[in-house]
Structures are given as structure tokens and as C-alpha cells.
């Protein structure tokens, strides 16, 4: 499957991803977990590479959620290892070809180094003007719904917000991803399917594929795939057929 394939006026400008299946794909083949989590790393390389080639403005990785805390300790030891040593050995890439990097999520429950290490990635891409690559550490919609609503009562206590002006925009700018606009595109990998706690807000009106390959074999063609079902769809965003096309 080519770029030649798809509609080049109609490429969605912000995809998200549940990177999903890196487990099963290691013991499919024998191997530890963490060599499932290894080869997801070639996955994101090659994504990220293909969105910012055939023109997607923003991707959005589930990476770790505030529930991945909960696996065993000796694999969240290993993964936050390999996420220090990945945006060490990835980031000059990513700054070379004009990508900007950044995070949704608390980092500050992260191991002090590799929240260093993240923020060192973000300061030196942040004046890049090509794709943002947007990583979800730690992160959970739930809370991120609850800090929002924190944050604007606090406001409407302090006078700063009446509560008569709290619509959509207004709850939508106390939220992580304040800086993107939704998500056109949702994928999620390996066959399940639910949202595990990402983006609810963000993905009211957000066009999903479910597709049964695993993160580590997610490469160019799947992805293709995926946007060709996109650019099959209509999206009326609550109109019917006859209005989206007058």
C-alpha cells in the first residue's frame, strides 16, 4: 500500500493511538514482555516518521496510564528504563526533522530522571513548526476531567469565572491537551475494545478503528489502512447525510 492511495486533501489532522499489545506479541513469539515494549519503540519511530511525511499535524501516543502503575513492579521499572534511554537516543531525530515533542499527563510521579529527560526533549523542540508528537504519561482522562473541574471552581470561587459563562470552550481550555484540537482519528490495537480512560472529552465526535494487529506489527500498510477507513467515512457531527453535503 502507497501514499498514492490515500486523499491527500483529507488527511486527518490529528490521530490518537492505544498502542496495545506489546505483551501478547512477545509471548506469541516466546519472548520476555519487555522485548514486546522494545519493538513497539520501531513502531513509534516508523509512525511517527509516516504521519509527519504524508501531512498529520498532531499524534497523540497513549504511552503509560495512571493504571499501568498498577502491572508488576519489576515491568514499570523496566519501562520507565527504556522511555529515559528511547528520548535520549530519539530525540536529535525527532528535533532534526522538525518535530515538536511534548507530554499530557503528570510527570512528576515519574522517576526523577526520566522527567528530566522528557523535559530536555521538549525544550529542545519546542520552536519546531513540524508534527507534534504528543506522548500520554501517566495519564488518565478521568483525572484530567476532575482537574479541570477543580480548577474552574476554584476560579469561580476566587471570582475570576462567573459560573453563568462555563460552556464547552471555556471547561476545553482547562484541560492537558488546551494547546490540540481533538483528536480526528482514533486507533487502537491488538482487538480490544474500549478507550481505557483516554481522551473521553477530546473524542466526543473522533472517527475509531479497532484493528486486531498487535503495536509491534502496527507499521506504513496498517496505518494506511486505517486512513483510507477514515477518508470511507462521513462525519456529520449530528446532522444527517443531506446536510453535511449541501
Not at 497523540?60 to 502491572?71: A, C, H, I, P, V
Not at 532534526?96 to 515533542?101: A, G, I, L, M
Not at 462555563?166 to 475494545?193: A, C, H, M, Q, V
Request: neutral net charge; contains cysteine.
Amino acid at each position: 500500500m502507497s501514499t498514492k492511495e490515500l486523499d491527500t486533501d483529507n488527511i486527518p489532522n490529528h490521530i490518537a493511538i492505544i498502542m496495545d499489545g506489546n505483551g501478547r506479541w512477545a509471548k506469541a513469539k516466546g519472548l520476555p514482555r519487555i522485548a514486546g515494549h522494545k519493538e513497539g519503540i520501531n513502531s513509534v519511530r516508523d509512525i511517527t516518521r509516516i504521519c509527519g511525511e504524508i501531512g498529520v499535524n498532531y499524534l497523540t501516543l497513549y504511552t503509560f496510564s495512571t493504571e499501568n502503575w498498577n502491572r508488576p513492579k519489576k515491568e514499570v521499572n523496566a519501562l520507565m528504563s527504556l522511555l529515559l534511554s528511547t528520548i535520549k537516543k530519539e530525540v536529535r531525530e525527532l528535533h532534526k526533522n522538525n518535530v515538536k515533542f511534548s507530554t499530557i499527563g503528570d510527570l512528576s510521579f515519574l522517576p526523577k530522571n526520566t522527567e528530566n529527560g522528557l523535559k530536555e526533549g521538549m525544550a529542545l523542540t519546542k520552536n519546531n513548526t513540524g508534527l507534534n508528537l504528543i506522548l500520554a504519561l501517566n495519564y488518565g482522562s478521568r483525572q484530567e476531567i476532575i482537574d479541570s473541574v477543580i480548577n474552574i471552581a476554584n476560579k469561580v470561587k476566587s471570582g475570576e469565572i462567573d459560573s453563568n459563562h462555563i460552556d464547552e470552550t471555556l471547561f476545553s481550555s482547562f484541560l492537558y491537551t488546551k494547546n490540540y484540537p481533538d483528536p480526528d482519528l482514533l486507533i487502537r490495537t491488538s482487538g480490544e475494545l474500549r478507550i481505557s480512560n483516554f481522551l473521553l472529552w477530546q473524542c466526543a465526535y473522533t472517527e475509531m478503528y479497532l484493528t486486531n494487529t498487535y503495536w509491534p506489527s502496527f507499521r506504513e500498510d496498517e496505518l494506511f489502512k486505517a486512513i483510507l477507513d477514515f477518508q470511507s467515512r462521513e462525519r456529520r457531527y449530528g446532522k444527517i447525510s443531506e446536510q453535511v453535503n449541501s
